[in-house]
T-cell receptor
């Protein structure tokens, strides 16, 4: 497809389990972002990848959160030892370049529910 | 304190009516301001981008304005349709920092028949 694809679309898991969320950006897009969106709230920045540069991890809320990106393609966001406050929609966005005049293209997110 | 404030938090209007959403920001130095539409259960989609030199820009029934002096932007929706029901998010980018984007909390618009 032509858009950003995220999987799974929904994930329900028990507290304490690890989860892995996947993002397939638009082909050729060098910039990739992860955001968290709690119910009824705005987007919280988590992490930013730009080409082969070191990622900007300044938004990760704790060391339980980590993310990787293989070159300029797939990215995975991993949450270890999940807590109930991790319940949210996790959105991924890609951008053709890192320049802010380019729009971000968002996936439809992964809705994560921690029981 | 969030550097991008949107108002109202939520809004209900009747189909066919117009409405205006507001975005005030303190992000500096300013690069651009973008409005996104987020349908329920979907990711945000860009509607329009405003740069420092632009005062108004239209995209169909959506018209965005920018006053860089007062650091205010508005999104005006004309002749609303049921499909306009969504959250509208204002995002302001700072100059020379490709990751310095500040997101507003959004305005939740409901259009009723």
């Amino acid at each position: 497809g032509a858009g950003v694809s995220q999987s799974p679309s929904n994930k329900v898991t028990e507290k304490g389990k690890d989860v892995e969320l996947r993002c397939d950006p638009i082909s050729g897009h060098t910039a990739l972002y992860w955001y968290r969106q709690r119910l009824g709230q705005g987007l919280e920045f988590l992490i930013y990848f730009q080409g082969n540069s070191a990622p900007d991890k300044s938004g990760l809320p704790s060391d339980r959160f980590s993310a990787e990106r293989t070159g300029e393609s797939v990215s995975t966001l991993t949450i270890q030892r999940t807590q109930q406050e991790d319940s949210a929609v996790y959105l991924c966005a890609s951008r053709r370049t890192g320049e802010s005049n380019q729009p971000q293209h968002f996936g439809d997110g992964t809705r994560l529910s921690i029981l | 304190k969030n550097q991008v404030e949107q108002s109202p938090q939520s809004l209900i209007i009747l189909e066919g009516k117009n409405c205006t959403l507001q975005c005030n920001y303190t992000v500096s130095p300013f690069s651009n301001l973008r409005w996104y539409k987020q349908d329920t259960g979907r990711g945000p989609v860009s509607l329009t981008i405003m740069t420092f030199s632009e005062n108004t820009k239209s995209n169909g029934r959506y018209t965005a304005t920018l006053d860089a002096d007062t650091k205010q932007s508005s999104l005006h929706i004309t002749a609303s349709q049921l499909s306009d029901s969504a959250s509208y998010i204002c995002v302001v980018s700072a100059v020379d920092n490709n990751n310095d984007m500040r997101f507003g909390a959004g305005t939740r618009l409901t259009v009723k028949p």
